[in-house]
């Protein structure tokens, strides 16, 4: 049996436009109830909520989440299987090195500037960009010199196949 071909990471640094980008960080720091992320044996890593679609912001979500997707000016549509959103109020908040195999994920960050470990390439997130990428290994380091918030729209995807 063949082996599907593994996804190719692919950075867009101005989906949103810095404006619309720093709009959206302040409307959803503010809207969203935020709880403690998942707990890594190192302790608390950042803040997070799982989206759930009724919420009064999660149209504005998205819309940048189909914003971003036509970006990618791909052929293929996508259907959203769950969206999470990070918060990471400063550089004492990091993502553990974790994988989500078999599936695409679509982020979206806002706020700051953090840099994402996707295998072992690092990527620069800067607000309104995005970053799509298959089930590689993936990463937020500690980064004491940032001091301001960033918040992460990760979202989960599935590629829709067409049969003729």
Avoid at 32 to 37: C, K, P
Avoid at 98 to 108: A, F
Wanted: one cysteine or more; glycine letters at 8%; a positive charge.
């Amino acid at each position: 049996m063949a082996r599907a071909a593994p996804f190719r990471t692919v950075y867009l640094p101005r989906v949103l436009s810095v404006d619309h980008a720093e709009v959206l960080y302040h409307q959803i720091c503010l809207d969203v109830d935020w709880h403690e992320g998942i707990r890594s044996r190192k302790g608390q890593t950042r803040q997070a909520y799982a989206v759930r679609g009724n919420e009064d912001f999660s149209s504005v979500i998205t819309d940048a989440i189909l914003k971003a997707l036509q970006a990618f000016q791909t052929a293929a549509t996508y259907t959203v299987d769950g969206i999470y959103l990070n918060f990471y109020r400063d550089g004492n908040d990091w993502l553990p090195s974790h994988s989500h195999k078999g599936t695409l994920q679509l982020v979206i960050s806002l706020g700051c500037c953090r840099t994402l470990r996707v295998g072992s390439k690092t990527y620069i997130l800067e607000p309104g960009s995005a970053i799509i990428f298959g089930g590689s290994q993936h990463s937020i380091e500690k980064d004491l010199a940032v001091t301001d918030g960033r918040i992460s729209i990760a979202t989960f995807i599935t590629k829709n196949t067409t049969k003729n």
